[in-house]
């Protein structure tokens, strides 16, 4: 999604919103954006992520660094491309480069597991276990702050784990996953450059 079709910016820092807007300006890699008046203060040169909205709701993620803050304007310069972010109807899959370590949870009891594939509607597990169709587990992934639900939808062919969905993930949880989906798509997205740079 590009600027031109954004009708609406926020602003976060410390995973929290702190400014939306829908008044601004850009040019180059330079948005000027109308916040109104807060009492919130952050110093020049902040790193912050921007969530863009256009009228059909779908979002697209940037980060950014505060360049001036003050008398209800903020500019600050993009650090990166604005990437599209999945909903629940289109979910974007990319596999977890490494794997995540996580816990799962059958019955009270804790296994040792990894994460090999994720979206915002679920993941996959490496686990060798059995584990009934429709089972609902419990899932820790300490490098997400998740701690959640997750339900067994399918066994992969060769037994080597199982592709879960999540029973209910709250917004901070989503939010996590979502920011890691922006992280993985840059880093893919620099390696086929480099890749055609060096063709």
Not at 14 to 37: C, L, P, Q, S
Not at 132 to 144: A, D, E, Q, T, Y
Not at 181 to 187: A, I, N, T
Request: with cysteine.
């Amino acid at each position: 999604m590009n600027l031109n079709r954004m009708n609406k910016i926020e602003l976060l820092f410390n995973d929290r919103v702190f400014a939306k807007t829908f008044v601004f300006d850009f040019y180059d890699d330079i948005i000027e954006m109308n916040i109104g008046n807060h009492d919130m203060k952050i110093d020049s040169e902040r790193k912050i992520t921007l969530w863009g909205y256009d009228i059909s709701g779908n979002r697209a993620m940037a980060h950014a660094v505060i360049q001036s803050f003050k008398e209800g304007k903020a500019i600050v310069k993009l650090t990166s491309d604005f990437v599209d972010l999945p909903d629940r109807r289109r979910a974007l899959k990319l596999s977890a480069i490494p794997v995540m370590p996580a816990t799962l949870i059958v019955q009270n009891v804790s296994y040792d597991t990894e994460i090999k594939d994720i979206s915002i509607t679920g993941v996959f597990i490496i686990y060798e276990g059995e584990l009934v169709f429709g089972r609902k587990c419990g899932i820790l992934i300490p490098s997400l702050h998740i701690d959640t639900e997750i339900r067994v939808v399918r066994r992969q062919d060769d037994n080597s784990g199982y592709g879960c969905e999540f029973v209910k993930l709250n917004q901070k949880e989503e939010e996590e996953i979502l920011q890691y989906l922006f992280k993985r798509q840059l880093e893919e997205r620099e390696l086929m450059n480099r890749r055609k740079n060096n063709l």
